[in-house]
């Protein structure tokens, strides 16, 4: 079968078929497209196509690869049909990079390809790998997650082994050949995009069979426990230090005091941590939810991490919202990055009343032997609340006692379940949320490790009201003013039932299933407050 070799000019011209006549056919035309795609990624300018008549020639077999066919010699007046590459010493090409990418390796000259500029929404984005090597990739666990994927489809294209692993089908092509040459797998038939269709043999089979036993993991080929350190470190949340119109913008759906926004923005800018306590229903929960939104949108996190042979989970659709790059068009426009690599939505992670010690550690399956990573290494760059703080199923002194050095220090330690303990980044803005006082919770070097103690208070009569428009445009009900006054005249200052923020979508919602329940047009009427205040606050008071 054909296959293209673009790390040489004159074999890639020599290895394109020509028709009888001498007329160029259509494979040297898509190559020319394919050579004008690279020219323009590489900003090099593009020779002119040959067009000269070539003598008719035999055609190769197709049971054989194309490397292994004679190659003509092309004409000397005429310049190779190729885009300029240098060869390293592995035999692997790369592009020719401009004079003006020197000095950027090849993190930089992947970001200028694929015209990446680093901003606050997203301040990083991992480079395209060159070769295995220089991206620190485990070869045997990538050959690991090969047969372990081919064993589990029974056949596959070369080119969706490497998407499964995310890798460049430059750098496994290399490793199926192998497998070829050692008959572990075989060409079960070719393609019509100068692949083969790959299967296990009987010994390749075997072999998956043991590393099966071991591990089931299949997935994205992981990244070093180093890159994703490293990571942390450029998209971390400190020395972002968000300003004010930072903050409103993130609060912009809220009705937040001025007063309470000014104790609130040093604590975010710090990045450090902070309580959040007062009377149930004032947001404490919406304002903890909302914060993350004050610093750049994305992030870039490993689907998993490699570390000595043992695979840890990263990426958890759970808690994690993805927000991939737009793709672009064309032949080989793919996206200029590390798909082991994905682009989320900065974390926002929350953990109620559920939150045991368990999840703070390394959880391992017996059976698949995958792990998977903790809570506070899932929000690092991110935020993580911990809402209703002091009715987790932990008790206070556990949470404290494993926490109350990562707090200070900005890392942790974590177990395997092989037995190595490892140091990854503790880098996340913690929330605690909680309706009881702090100091009743905590004892005083916990609370000095939390620099931030922000009350949020019930709040005045005026908001109260503000919020009851706010909320009959949300929940569609005309707003009636003399109702409001009704609730709060006789309802609340009478008795000085203090006002929550909760409140008046609440009894708002009342009102309204009310109102559809009788048939009745939705509307505020002083008696159907009545009826919803003596649901609400029957136990309430």
């Not at 047969?147 to 199926?176: I, M, T």
């Not at 450090?272 to 750049?296: D, H, Q, Y």
């Not at 949108?297 to 993805?322: C, Q, S, T």
């Amino acid at each position: 079968m054909n296959r293209p070799n673009t790390s040489n000019g004159s074999s890639m011209s020599s290895s394109v078929d020509t028709k009888q006549d001498g007329n160029q056919n259509p494979v040297e035309d898509q190559l020319d497209a394919l050579i004008s795609r690279i020219h323009s990624l590489s900003g090099e300018r593009p020779a002119e196509p040959r067009r000269e008549k070539q003598p008719p020639r035999a055609a190769r077999p197709t049971t054989e690869p194309a490397a292994s066919a004679p190659l003509q010699q092309a004409p000397p007046p005429t310049p190779p049909v190729s885009a300029p590459v240098a060869t390293k010493s592995s035999g692997q090409p790369i592009a020719a990079a401009p004079p003006t990418n020197r000095g950027q390796g090849n993190a930089g000259a992947a970001a200028a390809a694929a015209g990446f500029t680093p901003s606050r929404d997203e301040c990083w984005r991992p480079a395209e790998p060159r070769d295995l090597q220089s991206c620190r990739i485990n070869e045997s666990l990538l050959e690991a997650i090969v047969y372990r994927y081919l064993r589990n489809v029974g056949e596959c294209e070369g080119r969706k082994v490497a998407d499964q692993v995310k890798l460049p089908f430059r750098l496994v092509e290399p490793l199926l050949n192998r497998l070829k040459m050692e008959q572990r797998v075989a060409y079960k038939s070719s393609t019509a995009t100068n692949d083969y269709v790959y299967v296990l043999t009987e010994t390749g089979r075997e072999v998956a069979r043991n590393l099966s036993s071991d591990c089931t993991y299949f997935g994205a080929c992981p990244t070093s426990l180093n890159e994703y350190v490293e990571s942390v470190r450029k998209q971390s949340i400190e020395g972002q230090y968000p300003k004010k119109p930072d903050l409103e913008r993130a609060f912009h759906d809220l009705l937040i005091n001025p007063a309470m926004l000014i104790r609130l923005g040093p604590a975010v800018a710090s990045g450090r941590g902070m309580f959040l306590f007062g009377f149930p229903g004032n947001g404490k929960t919406s304002i903890a939810e909302r914060v993350t939104g004050a610093f750049g949108k994305y992030i870039w996190i490993p689907r998993a991490i490699e570390l000595d042979g043992a695979v840890l989970r990263v990426f958890d659709p759970m808690n994690h919202e993805l927000a991939m790059p737009e793709a672009g068009k064309g032949l080989l426009d793919r996206g200029s990055f590390d798909k082991r690599w994905v682009r989320i939505k900065r974390p926002t992670i929350v953990a109620g009343g559920e939150l045991t010690l368990e999840m703070l550690e390394v959880q391992s399956n017996a059976e698949s032997n995958i792990s998977e990573s903790p809570l506070q290494l899932k929000s690092n760059c991110g935020t993580l609340v911990i809402d209703d703080f002091g009715r987790q199923k932990m008790s206070i002194d556990q949470l404290l006692n494993r926490w109350i050095i990562p707090l200070e220090k900005r890392y942790d330690f974590l177990n395997m379940a092989n037995g190595k303990k490892i140091q990854v980044p503790f880098d996340q803005l913690v929330i605690f949320s909680t309706n009881l006082e702090p100091k009743d919770l905590v004892d005083d070097a916990f609370l000095r490790r939390i620099p931030y103690k922000i009350e949020v208070p019930d709040p005045p009569e005026a908001d109260f009201r503000t919020l009851f428009e706010i909320m009959c445009k949300v929940t569609k009900i005309p707003y009636n003013a003399e109702a409001i006054e009704y609730l709060i005249q006789t309802h609340y200052l009478p008795i000085n039932r203090p006002f929550r923020n909760c409140q008046p979508r609440d009894l708002l919602l009342q009102v309204r299933n009310f109102c559809l329940y009788n048939d009745f047009e939705v509307e505020l009427k002083n008696e159907y407050f009545d009826f919803a205040c003596e649901n609400y606050f029957s136990v309430m008071d």
